[in-house]
């Protein structure tokens, strides 16, 4: 299946710092959405983005659909605790894109930890 | 509220056993997919189905085949469960605009932890 690249892998921060993530592909998506996972939970949706060049945010995160449709960024501003988790980019190319199956490609993800 | 239930959030299985993954959504979405969730491999789509009866092969169906014999209900069943079945398994529904496949969003349940000892 597709690969989305996802990076960094892990961040250590300091709160209050701004944090920022990006996945990257060498195929082009219709769709970018970032999403945020807790231990032992399932996957919650922070910003679904699906124009290329829009930029769209969600309180103190903001997220950017590139204009080449292969990439994607998410900013994190003043980090505060709960904001530790894991963050995952996914793309979606839509149902007809005529190669079979299509659900979500996901990144893998990038750990945030954030020290008081 | 969008909201996606799975019918156990913990659940251990011997080797062998028939295992029945449920889950629910109750806002009419059209779609509905199940994906597991590995360290290091990420999620990988298992199964997706657009439609009441419709079903179509992800990225790793083998070992699974599913079931959507009502819109708000896909089933994941594992016939003979074994030990490299042991995942998260995570479910998600999206609804579809006419004429526009493009923003098909889509929303997770709480996943359901299964060990196959």
């Known amino acids: 299946g597709q690969q989305l690249n996802q990076s960094p892998q892990s961040m250590f921060i300091q709160e209050g710092e701004d944090v920022s993530m990006n996945c990257t592909s060498s195929?082009?998506?219709?769709?970018w959405l970032w999403y945020k996972q807790d231990p032992g939970e399932g996957p919650v949706l922070l910003i679904a983005?699906?124009?290329?060049?829009e930029l769209t945010s969600n309180g103190r995160l903001t997220a950017q659909f590139g204009i080449t449709r292969k990439d994607s960024f998410l900013n994190i501003s003043a980090s505060i605790p709960s904001d530790v988790g894991i963050y995952f980019c996914?793309?979606?190319?839509?149902?007809?894109?005529?190669?079979?199956?299509?659900?979500?490609?996901f990144g893998k993800g990038t750990h945030l930890i954030i020290q008081p | 509220d969008v909201k996606v239930t799975q019918s156990s959030r913990y659940l251990v299985k011997r080797t062998g056993e028939k295992v029945f993954l449920e889950c629910v959504q109750d806002?009419?979405?059209?779609?509905m997919f199940w994906y597991r969730q590995d360290p290091g491999l990420g999620l990988r789509l298992i199964y997706f189905?657009?439609?009441?009866?419709?079903?179509e092969k992800g990225d790793i169906p083998e070992g699974y085949s599913v079931s959507r014999e009502k819109k708000e209900r896909f089933s994941l069943i594992l016939e003979s469960a074994s030990t490299n079945q042991t995942s998260m398994y995570l479910c998600?529904?999206?609804?579809?605009?006419?004429?526009?496949?493009?923003?098909?969003?889509?929303?997770f349940g709480p996943g359901t932890r299964l060990t196959v000892l």
């Open positions: 998600a529904s999206s609804f579809s605009l006419a004429g526009d496949e493009n923003t098909d969003t889509q929303y």
């Open positions: 195929s082009i998506f219709n769709t």
């Open positions: 983005l699906y124009k290329a060049g």
């Open positions: 996914a793309g979606l190319r839509g149902f007809y894109s005529g190669g079979g199956a299509d659900g979500l490609t």
């Open positions: 806002m009419d979405h059209e779609n």
């Open positions: 189905s657009y439609d009441v009866k419709m079903k």
